[in-house]
C-alpha cells in the first residue's frame, strides 16, 4: 500500500534513499501497530463468546490501548 508512496520518494536527488528509508520504517510501524490493534479486538470478540468476563477485560485493555494511540 505504502510502496508507491516510497517509490516517488527515492526519486529525489542526495537524500531519496535516506527518505525512502525513513518512510518505509514509518509505514511498517504504523501497519505493525494497526495489525496488533485489530488482532487484538479479534481475539477479545472471540473470549468473549467462550469466557465473557475475560472476554471484557480483553476489550477494555484494548479500549485503553486504542485511546492511546489516538489522543497521545
Request: aromatic share 20%.
Amino acid at each position: 500500500m505504502f510502496s508507491p508512496v516510497i517509490a516517488l520518494i527515492k526519486f529525489i536527488p542526495l537524500v531519496g534513499a535516506l527518505l525512502g528509508f525513513a518512510v518505509s520504517i514509518a509505514a511498517f510501524l504504523f501497519a505493525l501497530i494497526v495489525g496488533l490493534t485489530l488482532a487484538s479486538v479479534v481475539f477479545a470478540a472471540a473470549w468473549m463468546i467462550f469466557r465473557p468476563i475475560i472476554g471484557c477485560i480483553f476489550m477494555a485493555l484494548t479500549g485503553v490501548g486504542i485511546y492511546f494511540i489516538f489522543f497521545f
